[in-house]
């Protein structure tokens, strides 16, 4: 049974780009809701007991498995998300990870700029990712519930444009939400973590 993982902050940590209201629909309505459909779903199948990343894989592009997949990779996706964010977040990265956007994107006013524009131009619901993939970063937007786990990419940050992510706070404004979380919130300890691993 897969159960809804806490925040790895408190719910009012993220205020004022992302706020205490907003999270406790987000994470726990909507990101619960998976949870418990994902459970049901798997149950008593050849999935069940298997893990969240194995059973993202084992469903992708499958039409039967499509209601499977779409919570699991919801699951996987959100709980990165999370975990993508943190208080005082945000700005230029150092070290390895600020030479690699430097290589990769010709400075971080360029990667911000391609970030804010994948997240801002995907259609309808889905995610703006910052992805590793053959030793140069990338920016890439998934639909729905899709992921860079089924494309062999390596996720390092994600910004969920779902929405629920951001209606509350920002109604339409889906731009002053994205750069906001740009500026204030990424997590780029996390995304080194993500890079080494």
């Not at 995907?122 to 053959?134: E, K, M, N, R, T």
């Amino acid at each position: 049974m897969f159960t809804l993982p806490p925040l790895p902050y408190a719910d009012t940590a993220l205020d004022p780009v992302i706020s205490a209201n907003t999270l406790g629909f987000h994470h726990g309505k909507h990101h619960k809701t998976y949870v418990d459909n994902l459970n049901n779903l798997v149950k008593g199948t050849d999935l069940e007991g298997q893990s969240l990343e194995a059973i993202v894989q084992a469903t992708a592009g499958k039409a039967d498995k499509a209601g499977v997949f779409n919570n699991a990779a919801q699951v996987w996706n959100h709980t990165f998300f999370w975990n993508s964010l943190r208080p005082g977040g945000g700005g230029k990265p150092s070290g390895k990870l600020g030479e690699m956007v430097d290589a990769s994107f010709g400075g971080y006013d360029n990667f911000k700029k391609e970030l804010a524009q994948a997240c801002v131009t995907q259609f309808g619901s889905g995610w703006g990712w910052l992805v590793a993939d053959g030793g140069a970063l990338k920016v890439v937007k998934t639909p729905n519930a899709e992921t860079p786990l089924t494309k062999g990419a390596k996720p390092l940050l994600t910004i969920d444009v779902w929405e629920h992510a951001y209606y509350l706070d920002y109604q339409n404004r889906r731009a002053d939400f994205v750069n906001a979380v740009i500026d204030k919130l990424l997590n780029w300890q996390f995304a080194e973590k993500n890079l080494a691993g």
